[in-house]
């Protein structure tokens, strides 16, 4: 019975945690290629393989290139209120002309160089409101973002929450499978060995139901094999290594996380303030707002300030001394002046007002939905947490029961005074719950990340221990 009693050990029963579908943690990385070839043979912990994912993966790379594209867009924004200004320039070969524009002849013989160049400027003074709106929603879109980068975050720390605790649990059923053969071969051995003695002892259906047993364990065996695959795999991917790259990961022991679980309200409070989907759709809509606020200023005229420098020089043709003279190829001036800009497409800028304000009060609405679904999410994520947390509890003294009840049956049945169904049914249930709370730890613990996510907190940190 020293098996037994080994607390790691076990093995035999029925495959509870089928229901695990870690293929999730392939997520869209399944198609990625590499980038890099380095680590070998590195060993993680979930906080540093969480720290190499969220640097390298593309998913992470994504949003922080999204972000560095609203933060341009801002910087576009905050310039708009500055001069701006075009510049054209030209040169070319002419013939020598002479005379002026009333009487003039042009020699080919001989040629010469024109050159122009002309400087336009224009500074805003007053847009009723279109640069500043335009800088608003550029801020909220920054906002955007962050949280989206947020939202990618979380979700990369859940995914390699789940194919790090499946490593982790898939060792564990390993060592369950190994600990569980020795039991069915030391069962089969003994009734092997009463048949052939032809013992009074030897019931030929407990023989046959043990064997259905066997078929029972080589199914959990095969199907574990199926949950190694898929966590090193999910994690290869997630961490971008090569196939066939060798790295590890740095607990031995599936243990649940230690972890006060709040009241829904409390983690309802969190998430206004910190949940990355809310923060979205919330700024979302304050960018959509500044947009049509935007949209509606151009309702109205541009108050501006406009300048011009014109320099042309033309080496062959003769310079014009009046100064009513149009003389295109030797000319220079300065100037500048106030001057309005107004699109008169009056009709369309208004309904073009309209349909922005439309979409603002849309994505208002929108948010207010997000952040509905999310404090039902977070209240459901919250009991369920609370409940495994009971379950642990629960199954933690079920499998001392179980452990128990195979002790006492195997020593019974090994004296004599017991039958071999009543050891199989102990045995069965040993195992089982000794599964079951496994499957049970993996599932709270991915559990905390999930809320974590919802919330937008690690709510491990949220609470003492």
């Known amino acids: 019975m020293g098996a037994v009693r080994r607390g790691k050990s076990g093995g035999a029963g029925f495959a509870l945690w089928l229901s695990l579908g870690l293929g999730a943690v392939l997520g869209d990385t399944a198609h990625a290629e590499p980038p890099r070839d380095g680590g070998k043979g590195a060993t993680y912990s979930l906080t540093a393989l969480m720290g190499e994912i969220e640097r390298d993966h593309p998913l992470m790379q994504a949003a922080r290139a999204g972000l560095a594209q609203l933060e341009a867009k801002l910087n576009q924004a905050e310039w708009a209120m500055f001069p701006s200004f075009a510049l054209e320039a030209g040169a070319t070969l002419t013939p020598e002309v002479t005379g002026d524009a009333l009487g003039s002849a042009s020699t080919w013989d001989r040629f010469g160089v024109a050159a122009r160049v002309k400087l336009d400027m224009v500074q805003p003074l007053w847009t009723f409101g279109k640069i500043s709106a335009l800088q608003d929603a550029a801020r909220a879109g920054v906002e955007v973002g962050k949280a989206a980068v947020e939202v990618a975050r979380w979700e990369l720390r859940v995914r390699a929450a789940e194919a790090y605790f499946g490593r982790l649990l898939s060792r564990e059923l390993d060592a369950i499978l190994v600990d569980g053969q020795g039991w069915i071969e030391k069962a089969e051995k003994r009734m092997e060995k009463l048949r052939d003695q032809d013992s009074d002892e030897y019931d030929q259906l407990e023989h046959l139901r043990l064997k259905t047993r066997i078929a029972e364990f080589w199914q959990l065996s095969y199907d574990n094999k199926m949950l190694v695959n898929q966590s090193r795999e999910g994690l290869r991917l997630l961490l971008r290594r090569a196939k066939g790259e060798e790295f590890d990961i740095a607990e031995k022991d599936l243990e649940p996380y230690e972890v006060k679980v709040l009241s829904p309200d409390e983690y309802v409070a969190m998430a206004r303030a910190s949940d990355p989907l809310v923060m979205v759709a919330r700024r979302n809509a304050k960018a959509q707002k500044a947009l ?98 009971e379950l642990l509890v629960i199954f933690a003294e079920a499998q001392k029961a179980a452990q128990g009840w195979l002790t006492a049956s195997w020593d019974t049945y090994d004296a004599g005074f017991g039958n071999f169904r009543d050891v199989m049914d102990a045995l069965v249930q040993f195992y089982q719950k000794k599964i079951g709370y496994l499957k049970l730890v993996f599932d709270h613990n991915v559990a905390c990340w999930r809320l974590s996510q919802a919330v937008g907190v690690d709510i491990r940190e949220t609470a003492p221990r």
């Open 292 to 389: 049509a606020d935007a949209k509606g200023a151009e309702l109205f005229p541009d108050l501006v300030v406009v300048g011009q420098a014109r320099y042309a020089i033309a080496t062959a043709v003769e310079d014009q001394q009046s100064l009513f003279a149009d003389d295109p190829y030797n000319d220079h001036s300065l100037g500048a002046g106030f001057g309005l800009r107004w699109k008169l497409d009056v009709p369309q800028r208004l309904f073009a007002a309209d349909e922005a304000r439309a979409k603002a009060r849309r994505a208002e609405a929108e948010a207010e939905v997000q952040g509905d679904l999310a404090e039902f999410k977070i209240r459901q994520l919250a009991l369920d947490l609370k409940n495994k947390q």
